[in-house]
């Protein structure tokens, strides 16, 4: 109940999302949040742990990342103020890996928070082919980790049809009983081909792709 029961409208974009969680309840989240002048923040993150302790911390950060969204003039500072608060409420060892994303849906123009959380991936319509944002070994810390850290976004610019991937590690976790994780590589072949045709792959035939895979 934490989270959208809707896709939010945007003029010329699209969304998808999808949840399942590994048991009954976790500590994934994901959020909309419209800001002013039309930007939209695109908030996901993954609890550390799992089960009934985790979704309680989710619900905390749910309300806690709307508030900072809301108040702080950019998503790096946001991410700032975010840690901020979660530190002060000493978590002890409970942490979140997060990735922030506001858009600007006139410059077309993304800037992402990657805090301690799996890269991103754009897919370029012109190449189809996937892009990671963040190479291995940058980003920010997770929020909760370190106090007093300030957090740092990064530009992505999006062309006409082109998408920005997000999930948490629970896609790349995935392992079946033979034992072999679904690993980025997974991600890859999942989406290998897709817009070979010419036609515009949509947000929903990309995460639907995955989703499939995985399962």
């Known amino acids: 109940g934490f989270l959208p029961q809707s896709m939010p409208t945007v003029e010329g974009y699209e969304f998808f999302a999808h949840y399942t969680a590994a048991r009954t309840v976790g500590g994934d989240y994901y959020d909309f949040i419209p800001l002013p002048n039309g930007r939209l923040a695109i908030l996901l993150g993954d609890v550390s742990g799992k089960g009934v302790p985790a979704a309680l911390l989710m619900a905390r950060l749910s309300g806690e990342a709307r508030v900072s ?60 082919r996937l892009e990671k944002v963040f190479e291995k070994d940058t980003g920010d810390f997770p929020v909760g980790w370190v106090p007093g850290h300030r957090y740092t976004a990064f530009p992505v610019e999006l062309g006409p049809g082109d998408s920005l991937l997000v999930y948490t590690d629970g896609i790349e976790d995935a392992q079946p009983d033979t034992g072999q994780r679904f690993t980025e590589d997974g991600v890859k072949r999942a989406l290998a081909g897709i817009g070979d045709s010419g036609d515009l792959v949509t947000a929903r035939e990309l995460g639907a792709r995955i989703v499939q895979a995985v399962q």
Do not use: C
């Not at 409420?89 to 799996?118: C, F, M, Q, W």
């Open 69 to 128: 969204m809301l108040t702080q003039p950019d998503v790096a500072a946001a991410i700032t103020h975010l840690n901020d608060q979660l530190m002060q409420a000493n978590l002890e060892d409970r942490y979140v890996t997060l990735s922030a994303a506001v858009i600007d849906p006139k410059s077309h123009r993304i800037e992402v928070v990657s805090a301690g959380h799996l890269s991103p991936w754009v897919f370029r319509r012109s190449s189809r």
